[in-house]
């Protein structure tokens, strides 16, 4: 072997690395509803008062259980998506700020109004509901989505928007 060839200025290819990453890519769900159709959310529904809402969502007033839904709203307050957060037993529903805006960060939503039911029918606040409407509402403020409302349906509805509680 010669100097020339001990000493070459030659590169030597690097060995290429696999790096592999997961990624995340929001998907959407249609639902498909084959009855009446006046008796569902019309594309572009604005809500401006609860008790649209109320009237909307008023078929909680009979379940047994406490459901906490969002409805997410487009700048001009335009329902684009409503979302079932949790489901919970008679009396409570485990509802986390992550689990809220998840869905609300991924639809876009500008606004969102918070909807959940009281299954005994009385539909006033509990430490709970004030506790937890306060947390979404300071989350909302740091993510850029506006907390609107969160109504409460029972045999009628309460809404923290009226009451001067939100």
Known sequence: MTGEKMFDDTPVPAKLK????????????????KEEHHQYLKPFTRF???????????????????????????????????DEVSVGSLNQSVVHPREVFKTALLSSAAA?????????????????????????????????????DHIIIGDTFVSFVSRGLL
């Open 112 to 148: 969102i109004i918070l909807l959940h039911n009281h299954p005994t029918g009385d539909p006033t606040p509990s430490r709970e509901d004030m506790e937890i409407t306060r947390r979404l509402r300071d989350v909302g403020e740091l993510l850029g989505v506006k907390v609107l």
């Open 48 to 82: 401006t008062n609860p008790e649209q809402v109320f009237n909307t969502f008023s078929f909680l007033r009979h379940e047994t259980k406490e459901y906490f839904f969002t409805i997410h709203l487009d700048g001009k307050n335009r329902i684009c998506c409503v």
């Open 18 to 33: 696999t790096i592999k990453l997961k990624q995340i890519k929001a998907v959407y769900e249609t639902l498909a509803i």
